[in-house]
């Protein structure tokens, strides 16, 4: 099991960028798909990407397509989420989350860990 902390939410203006940062401890850090989900006031959580144990495959949500980029670093336990172009429409906390095990990458009930989230907020 893996203990994950979220960093680098802040308020910024729209067309700024923002690099998320989620940190993980504990064993198989590697070998887990790892996503990032995000919860707008009054809206359900909802999927914004992920990325398999390696770099080597990543899914996005329609949204985020094209300004978004999702990485990790293995050797740190790190992932990482590049938002470029930010957009009001974007303002949620966003989540880190880890998927021990089978189930979609896009769905929240596949994955198994998840850290306490950290606020973004886009303003006009």
């Known amino acids: 099991q893996v203990h994950l902390v979220e960093s680098g939410g802040g308020l910024v203006q729209a067309g700024d960028s923002l690099r998320l940062s989620c940190a993980g401890s504990g064993h198989g850090f590697g070998s887990f798909y790892m996503g990032w989900f995000r919860q707008a006031p009054a809206k359900e959580r909802e999927f914004v990407a992920a990325?398999?144990?390696?770099?080597?495959?990543?899914h996005y949500a329609d949204s985020v397509q094209g300004r978004f980029t999702i990485s990790r670093d293995n050797a740190e336990k790190m992932v990482y989420l590049e938002m470029n172009s930010l957009r009001p429409e974007d303002t949620a906390v966003y989540y880190c989350a880890a998927k021990y095990s089978g189930g979609s990458p896009y769905s929240e009930t596949s994955f198994d860990s998840w850290g306490q989230g950290t606020q973004v907020t886009v303003s006009s």
């Open positions: 990325i398999n144990w390696n770099g080597g495959t990543t």
